[in-house]
């Protein structure tokens, strides 16, 4: 089987569409790669597949090998050398808009680069993707096909993509509960299961589906719907790893205020009320979409205008600032041009949320701690 050298199978999962599944997919793939796992990410969201334009891997191919496909290399293992330090936005200090806290899960008031006291060079895992969108002509190309169609598509994903060594395969699923994830959770429970001991021959352990990650956004007509996948994986018996609020709030990055666009704490009373854990709240960034649509180095404190940055005044002349203009559109390019994608995100203020997200993720893995769903609420 071609999961054969993939230890831990973690599903993203949600009931509801364009809650940001495949951002959280993306953003926890490069936080586990940045703490040191080899990560591969399946996408079989098959009539919208988004991964590989968050991941800037759009134009690649997917190569044929003795046995099926070869995944598409985001970035191999290496070490990253030091990130240039970096300022986020001050939630401790915000004031909101409506009267509540601002996200307790927020950075700090300017921290270090990666949260940390030092900017040390840092060892990296691989990276791989596969996606039905490297096997379309276009990004237009439309996906008209019915069920069984699908339904053997994804259980040619789960048979035919050859993983290298993979500490962590993250599943970015389509919303809802339909065919796909019936075909997924049929497939998987068939033919991986609870981890098994090597043999006395020094076989590999097969691998483990280890849980599901379920995303959802703070409004009710979100959390109604995403009730319904922590149902289906009750009764299919899928564990759950824990519950994301993403865009659980949105601090701006100039001035600092703090507001709760879509309320706030709907996702962690759900975890609650089914009896799963809650991972935290993801907030809204701007300078997210700023570096996988652009693949420029998240900066902040600085308002962009007419395609050009523009920094709080502080004093500076305007001849200066024309002198510095120059400067600043030569970076902006740089930024542009040069970099990883994972490189880069270090730079990126929900970088230290997902460090936080994917550490309780891999605790929870390593411990065999996910929570079945405790009780089914229709």
């Known amino acids: 089987m071609s999961l054969d050298h993939v230890k ?15 951002s959280i997919t993306t953003q926890l793939a490069l936080s586990l790669s940045l703490a040191g796992h080899s990560v ?9 597949p988004s991964i590989p334009r968050l991941l ?22 290496r070490i990253l050398p030091p990130a240039p330090p970096t300022t986020y936005p001050s939630p401790a200090s915000a004031t909101t808009t409506n009267g509540s806290d601002p996200s307790a899960e927020l950075p700090d008031s ?43 598509m994804v259980r040619q994903f789960l048979t035919s993509v050859l993983w290298g060594p993979t500490d962590y395969l993250l599943i970015d699923t389509p919303p809802g509960t339909s065919d796909e ?39 009710a007509v979100a ?34 205020v703090a507001t709760n666009l879509f309320s706030k704490g709907g996702g962690e009373v759900m975890a609650r009320e089914f009896g799963v854990g809650f991972l935290g709240g993801v907030p809204l960034d701007s300078q997210w979409g700023v570096l996988v649509e652009e693949g420029v180095r998240p900066t902040y404190g600085a308002v962009v205008k007419d395609g050009v940055e523009e920094h709080g005044n502080g004093g500076v002349t305007d001849e200066e600032e024309d002198d510095d203009l120059e400067t600043k559109m030569s ?3 740089r930024g542009m041009d040069e970099g990883l994608l994972v490189d880069k995100y270090r730079s990126c203020s929900l970088y230290p949320v997902f460090e936080g997200i994917a550490k309780q993720v891999v605790d ?15």
């Open 331 to 333: 970076t902006v390019q």
């Open 40 to 48: 591969g990410i399946l996408d079989i969201d098959l009539t919208g």
């Open 110 to 152: 300017a921290p270090p680069i990666n949260g940390h006291a030092d900017s040390q060079p840092a060892q990296i895992g691989s990276l791989h993707a596969m996606s039905l969108a490297f096997l379309l002509s276009s990004r237009s190309s439309a996906i008209v096909w019915r069920g069984p169609k699908k339904t053997a």
């Open 364 to 378: 929870t893995v390593q411990s065999g701690t996910a929570g079945s769903v405790g009780r089914i609420a229709e």
């Open 181 to 219: 994830h019936i075909s997924l959770v049929e497939t998987l429970l068939k033919d991986v299961a609870a981890p098994v001991p090597s043999t006395t021959n020094g076989a590999a352990p097969r691998p483990q589906l280890a849980g599901a990650v379920i995303v959802t956004t703070p409004q």
């Open 8 to 22: 831990n199978i973690v599903l993203v999962l949600s009931g509801k569409g364009g809650v940001g599944k495949s």
């Open 223 to 256: 959390i109604s719907d995403v009730r319904k996948e922590l149902n289906f994986c009750g009764k299919t018996g899928v564990k759950v790893l824990g519950v994301v609020e993403n865009m659980s709030g949105y601090v701006c990055e100039c001035c600092g």
């Open 56 to 77: 800037g891997i759009e134009a690649s191919k997917v190569k044929q090998a003795p046995g099926g496909w070869l995944p598409i290399e985001v970035h191999p293992s």
